[in-house]
Structures are given as structure tokens and as C-alpha cells.
């Protein structure tokens, strides 16, 4: 058997998965640097502009709001992915042999613009690093010393920060960490491993890890900027919000089930953590976020959840593993490896899958 692109048939079917290996490793080191222009930021900019014209056009209609987004959404996650499906057959099959190392390496460098694995872990640590020492009693008492942190976790929650005391900051530095945990690397890479398995399996013609996980990042980054529930956006934001959500419905649900496991706890405990976590996730509005941010709660026995600030609206979301300890700093450092741990995990199974198709080869 040989990849979906002539000219690359060295490690056969095991050869995507090194691939995803190797942007997952990139990932790890050098991020998401400003530096350089990031897919995402192409694609806000695209999304800003058809949002625009589509409330040029469809005005306050409901109706043609909806069809407005729906374009949206297809010309957005489509042009992605057939993007990155280009981009995937130019480097492993059209491009000319001198170019063609030059052109692996785009190819790897665009996989790991789809993983949010290092940028998370330091937009977290931030926050972390922002708090005063001391225990939890100091953070309270040092209201004047919180600014850095309330600033470091406005960038990555929706939340307002600007009257969250210590113990706030934490369970909000928490809730991101494993929400985002899901969104921003297990969703993209499992979209990844489907690809690669695509092309193990000798589907030549079908989108592979960069295709699918472009895909996958439109998605989410239309979610991000038009999914929500206020103005024209209730319904100009629809198509994208329910497409994320089917999109991000079976990685999250795998990484309950997976992530007791790479807590190193037994079957029966892991169990009783994935009935729990859902118990506790299914009254949240959203059919994923609560449901990742509880396994994290119940696998690192800390309390989720409560009283959010959103502008002048107060949200209730549902307690997680209520009657456990608040966060704290150890435990969101904890909750940062334990992702780092289970992304290994998710590496060696999808490993040990494409060992599998070369021995059934």
C-alpha cells in the first residue's frame, strides 16, 4: 500500500500518524508565535467580513439570517478544508522532488497551527504567574496585587474578570483549562488521527489530517466569534454553533472516557468518574463544555462551576463535583500535565492503530 499521494510510500500506513506525531511535537515547542500570521487570524478576518455583508443584507430577518449564516458556514469550513486538502497533496505527491522536503515542512508546520496544546498551557500558567504568593486567604486579602491575573485570564474567558477575587481566578483559570483542553487540542487532533486513518487505509482521494483539522478550526472559530445567544447573532450564529458542536460531540465524549485512564485509575474508579462527570455535565446548556469540564473536576476532586459574570448578566452554571475542594494553583498545574498525559495517550493509540493497518495489510 502506498498514501493518498504518489512518491510518499516510506513507513506506509504508519507514515500519517509520525506525521501527526511530529506536529504534535511542534506544537509542544514553539507554539502558536505572534510572529507569525496563524490560519485562525485569516479566518476571523474572513468571518468578520461575511458577517457584514450578510447584516447588510438580511437586516433584522430571522429567516434570511439564518440562510446568511449558513452560507457562512459552508464557505468558511469548506474553502478551509479544501485548502488544507491542496495544501496536503502539493507536499506529499505534486510537489517537485527538489521542493518537496521544503514542502513537508509546511505541511507540518500548518498541522500544529490546528493545536492549541502549548498555547493554552502558557495563557494558563500566565494567570497563574500573575497571582500574589501565599495561600488562599493572602490572594483574597491582596485585592490591589490581582490586577495582572484579571488581566492574563480576561484574554482567554468570556467571563469579566475585573471583580473575581483569588479563589474566582482559579476556578476560572480551571474551567478554560479544561474546556479549551477539549476545543483546542483533542477535538483538532482527533480530527487528525480520522484522516490519518483515512489515509491508511488506502483512501487516496479523501481529505487528510490537515484537511480535516482546518475544518475543524473554522468550525470552532466560527462558534468562537458568531455563536452566541444575544442580537442578530441568535440566528446568524446557528450554523456554526450546532456544527461545532456535532464536530467537537465524539472527541469530547472520548476524552472522558480516556482521561481517568491517563489518571492511572483502575477500570471500575474510571468508570465511576465517566457516570459521575455526566451527571454533573448534562444540565449545562452547552452538550459539550460541561461535560468536559466535569471529568476534569471529578478526575482532580475539585468543585466546578457556580456564579459567572457575563457584562451586566449573572449566569448560574451548574456545581461539578460539588462538596470537593476549590481549585487551586497546584491543582490547575495538575490539571495542565494530566492534558499532556492523556495527549501521549491519544498519540499511542493512534499509533498502535496504524501498526494495526500495516499488519493487515
Same mark, same amino acid.
Given at each position: 500500500?502506498?498514501?493518498?499521494?504518489?512518491?510518499?510510500?516510506?513507513?506506509?500506513?504508519?507514515?500519517?500518524?509520525?506525521?501527526?506525531?511530529?506536529?504534535?511535537?511542534?506544537?509542544?515547542?514553539?507554539?502558536?508565535?505572534?510572529?507569525?500570521?496563524?490560519?485562525?487570524?485569516?479566518?476571523?478576518?474572513?468571518?468578520?467580513?461575511?458577517?457584514?455583508? /450578510? #447584516?447588510?443584507?438580511?437586516?433584522?430577518? &430571522?429567516? *434570511? @439570517?439564518?440562510?446568511?449564516? %449558513?452560507?457562512? =458556514?459552508?464557505? !468558511?469550513?469548506?474553502?478551509?478544508?479544501?485548502?488544507?486538502?491542496?495544501?496536503?497533496?502539493?507536499?506529499?505527491?505534486?510537489?517537485?522532488?527538489?521542493?518537496?522536503?521544503?514542502?513537508?515542512?509546511?505541511?507540518?508546520?500548518?498541522?500544529?497551527?490546528?493545536?492549541?496544546?502549548?498555547?493554552?498551557?502558557?495563557?494558563?500558567?500566565?494567570?497563574?504567574?500573575?497571582?500574589?504568593?501565599?495561600?488562599?486567604?493572602?490572594?483574597?486579602? /491582596? #485585592?490591589?496585587?490581582?490586577?495582572?491575573? &484579571?488581566? *492574563? @485570564?480576561?484574554?482567554?474567558? %468570556?467571563?469579566? =474578570?475585573?471583580? !473575581?477575587?483569588?479563589?474566582?481566578?482559579?476556578?476560572?483559570?480551571?474551567?478554560?483549562?479544561?474546556?479549551?483542553?477539549?476545543?483546542?487540542?483533542?477535538?483538532?487532533?482527533?480530527?487528525?488521527?480520522?484522516?490519518?486513518?483515512?489515509?491508511?487505509?488506502?483512501?487516496?482521494?479523501?481529505?487528510?489530517?490537515?484537511?480535516?483539522?482546518?475544518?475543524?478550526?473554522?468550525?470552532?472559530?466560527?462558534?468562537?466569534?458568531?455563536?452566541?445567544?444575544?442580537?442578530?447573532?441568535?440566528?446568524?450564529?446557528?450554523?456554526?454553533?450546532?456544527?461545532?458542536?456535532?464536530?467537537?460531540?465524539?472527541?469530547?465524549?472520548?476524552?472522558?472516557?480516556?482521561?481517568?485512564?491517563?489518571?492511572?485509575?483502575?477500570?471500575?474508579?474510571?468508570?465511576?468518574?465517566?457516570?459521575?462527570?455526566?451527571?454533573?455535565?448534562?444540565?449545562?446548556?452547552?452538550?459539550?463544555?460541561?461535560?468536559?469540564?466535569?471529568?476534569?473536576?471529578?478526575?482532580?476532586?475539585?468543585?466546578?462551576?457556580?456564579?459567572?459574570?457575563?457584562?451586566?448578566?449573572?449566569?448560574?452554571?451548574?456545581?461539578?463535583?460539588?462538596?470537593?475542594?476549590?481549585?487551586?494553583?497546584?491543582?490547575?498545574?495538575?490539571?495542565?500535565?494530566?492534558?499532556?498525559?492523556?495527549?501521549?495517550?491519544?498519540?499511542?493509540?493512534?499509533?498502535?492503530?496504524?501498526?494495526?493497518?500495516?499488519?493487515?495489510?
Amino acid at each position: 500500500m502506498t498514501l493518498p499521494c504518489s512518491g510518499v510510500d516510506s513507513f506506509t500506513g504508519i507514515h500519517p500518524f509520525l506525521l501527526v506525531i511530529a506536529a504534535t511535537g511542534l506544537d509542544r515547542l514553539v507554539g502558536d508565535p505572534r510572529w507569525c500570521l496563524h490560519p485562525v487570524v485569516v479566518m476571523g478576518w474572513w468571518i468578520r467580513r461575511l458577517r457584514n455583508l /450578510a #447584516e447588510q443584507w438580511a437586516g433584522d430577518r &430571522r429567516w *434570511a @439570517l439564518r440562510l446568511s449564516g %449558513g452560507v457562512i =458556514t459552508v464557505l !468558511l469550513v469548506g474553502s478551509s478544508g479544501g485548502i488544507g486538502w491542496l495544501l496536503e497533496r502539493w507536499a506529499l505527491g505534486q510537489a517537485l522532488p527538489e521542493v518537496r522536503p521544503l514542502a513537508v515542512v509546511l505541511l507540518l508546520i500548518a498541522l500544529a497551527s490546528a493545536l492549541a496544546g502549548r498555547s493554552l498551557e502558557q495563557a494558563v500558567k500566565a494567570v497563574l504567574q500573575a497571582l500574589p504568593p501565599g495561600g488562599q486567604g493572602q490572594l483574597e486579602a /491582596a #485585592e490591589a496585587q490581582l490586577e495582572p491575573a &484579571r488581566t *492574563a @485570564l480576561s484574554w482567554i474567558v %468570556g467571563r469579566s =474578570t475585573g471583580q !473575581l477575587d483569588g479563589a474566582g481566578i482559579l476556578r476560572a483559570a480551571a474551567e478554560t483549562a479544561s474546556e479549551n483542553a477539549v476545543d483546542g487540542l483533542f477535538a483538532p487532533l482527533f480530527w487528525m488521527l480520522v484522516g490519518a486513518v483515512l489515509w491508511s487505509v488506502g483512501v487516496s482521494a479523501a481529505p487528510g489530517p490537515l484537511a480535516l483539522a482546518w475544518a475543524f478550526k473554522a468550525a470552532s472559530t466560527l462558534d468562537s466569534m458568531l455563536g452566541y445567544r444575544q442580537g442578530r447573532l441568535r440566528w446568524l450564529g446557528t450554523a456554526g454553533a450546532r456544527l461545532d458542536d456535532l464536530l467537537v460531540w465524539l472527541p469530547c465524549r472520548l476524552v472522558v472516557l480516556s482521561l481517568p485512564l491517563a489518571a492511572a485509575m483502575g477500570l471500575r474508579r474510571s468508570w465511576q468518574m465517566v457516570v459521575a462527570a455526566e451527571r454533573d455535565g448534562r444540565p449545562d446548556p452547552s452538550p459539550n463544555a460541561g461535560l468536559s469540564q466535569a471529568i476534569y473536576a471529578h478526575v482532580l476532586q475539585i468543585q466546578l462551576g457556580g456564579m459567572n459574570r457575563y457584562g451586566d448578566q449573572l449566569k448560574t452554571k451548574p456545581l461539578l463535583a460539588a462538596g470537593c475542594p476549590a481549585p487551586t494553583a497546584a491543582k490547575v498545574h495538575a490539571m495542565l500535565q494530566l492534558s499532556q498525559r492523556l495527549e501521549l495517550l491519544w498519540l499511542l493509540a493512534g499509533l498502535c492503530v496504524g501498526v494495526a493497518v500495516v499488519g493487515a495489510q
